[in-house]
């Protein structure tokens, strides 16, 4: 049962996303209607899999988790309770972003504490007054990670309550980083270090024989690619698949012969239709069967879901979330900007297919015979058909102002892209929900 704290400091049985009704009204800061942006990055093991996410919070033009302003502070929370923060870190940790008000207000407290990992900002102050916060803090079970660190003698009290220590990679080179490592050594932490802004797979690699523990950033969505590696047979299979669902209405003979190609596929396929995640009560043998009983629409889903898990291989699992994700959010937008929506789930999920494939852009829509718009929007240009997707990739990172000018040049309401994006991810979970890596 998911608990999510309550403002009045106890606890209350919740943790599930609002309604559909709920996720479409707007999402205003106490009394001044300005935008509040949610989004989260995921934090994963040596092994792929997630361990955490960092939750990234916009209230109005703030970027953390603010506690010098109530009003905006008590959104910010108000929009974190009711979510979940189960829900938002999808039963994963959760790591949030905290100022020096918001520690020593123990604002934090109405997050339920097995739940969180308070990150303490390079920014703080870190005396006396902070440190004994954080001991009260720690005692009632709260963790804590300390935020782009570089040793300082000031910061030493701290080691003992850190849980986690987060390194920019950026910020700090290899020499900067060993040097680090042998400092916490001599101080006997037995903290996990996370690397920060990993953004290729060879960072990756690099700083796991370095020792990091954890890593975050968007590695494991930007693999190496060869630019002119062949695509390989099945996977071509797959993608012809990928284009067939464009077809309107669905050509059931197309498909069946297609499939008949690749028993696993099929057999992935099958599975999912007599899954309970559909509610279908009539065992199914055929795919005419099945588009007779679901039609087009959600066979469509079915289809893609089966295609992009037999693609995924031995790819980070939180890749395929990260494509359902996006392909129903495009999916979403769609027809308040009047575009297709099929079109708009394919553009969603193709924009990951190169990070399955280990293959470039260029080559994965070469292989494809899509509309023009669509292998347009997926090789960047700036066309209505890609607007919704550059706006999910700015938010991903946490570019607010990008997102701002996206839905501007968009026409559309930024905080009804922000709540299709909670929307959204509720979908993704539901349809490929990821396994924990073990560790709390």
């Not at 050509?251 to 099929?266: G, I």
């Not at 959600?298 to 693609?311: N, Q």
């Amino acid at each position: 049962m998911n608990t999510e704290a309550h403002p009045n400091g106890g606890y209350v049985t919740a943790g599930e996303f609002p309604s559909r009704q709920a996720a479409r009204e707007p999402m205003k800061a106490e009394g001044r209607g300005e935008t509040h942006y949610l989004a989260r990055q995921p934090i994963m093991n040596a092994h792929g899999r997630v361990h955490a996410y960092e939750l990234l919070f916009r209230a109005g033009h703030e970027t953390s988790f603010r506690g010098d302003h109530g009003a905006a502070t008590r959104s910010v929370l108000d929009q974190t309770v009711m979510h979940g923060l189960r829900a938002l870190a999808s039963g994963h940790t959760a790591f949030i972003n905290c100022t020096r008000e918001t520690i020593l207000e123990e604002q934090v407290r109405v997050l339920p504490p097995q739940e969180t990992v308070l990150e303490l900002l390079e920014t703080l102050e870190p005396d006396e007054e902070l440190l004994a916060a954080c001991l009260r803090l720690h005692k009632g079970g709260y963790r804590f990670a300390l935020d782009d660190f570089a040793w300082s003698e000031s910061w030493i009290p701290f080691l003992p309550l850190a849980d986690y220590i987060k390194v920019d990679i950026e910020q700090l080179d290899v020499v900067a980083r060993t040097e680090l490592m042998a400092h916490l050594k001599t101080c006997n932490a037995t903290t996990r270090l996370i690397a920060e802004r990993i953004e290729t797979e060879e960072d990756f690699h690099q700083l796991q024989r370095e020792g990091f523990h954890l890593f975050q950033g968007y590695f494991f969505a930007r693999p190496a690619i060869v630019e002119n590696r062949t695509i390989p047979t099945n996977r071509m299979l797959h993608l012809d698949l990928l284009r067939s669902l464009l077809d309107e209405p669905l050509d059931q003979q197309k498909l069946s012969e297609l499939l008949k190609r690749d028993p696993a596929l099929m057999l992935r396929l099958f599975k999912l239709v007599n899954s309970p995640l559909y509610g279908l009560h009539n065992e199914i043998h055929s795919i005419q069967m099945a588009l007779r009983l679901v039609g087009d629409a959600v066979f469509r889903r079915m289809a893609t879901l089966a295609i992009a898990g037999e693609m995924l291989g031995n790819r980070p699992p939180e890749l395929l979330q990260l494509a359902f994700h996006r392909a129903r959010l495009c999916e979403l937008a769609a027809h308040p900007r009047g575009l297709d929506a099929t079109e708009q789930y394919l553009l969603g999920m193709l924009s990951m297919v190169p990070a399955l494939l280990n293959s470039s852009m260029e080559a994965t829509v070469n292989s494809l015979p899509l509309p023009v718009a669509i292998r347009h929007a997926l090789l960047g240009a700036s066309n209505p058909e890609r607007g919704t997707l550059g706006w999910i990739e700015c938010y991903e990172h946490g570019e607010w102002s990008q997102c701002d000018e996206i839905a501007a040049r968009l026409g559309m309401d930024r905080r009804l892209l922000a709540q299709l994006y909670i929307d959204a991810l509720q979908w993704a979970q539901e349809n490929m929900p990821l396994e924990t890596d073990g560790v709390a």
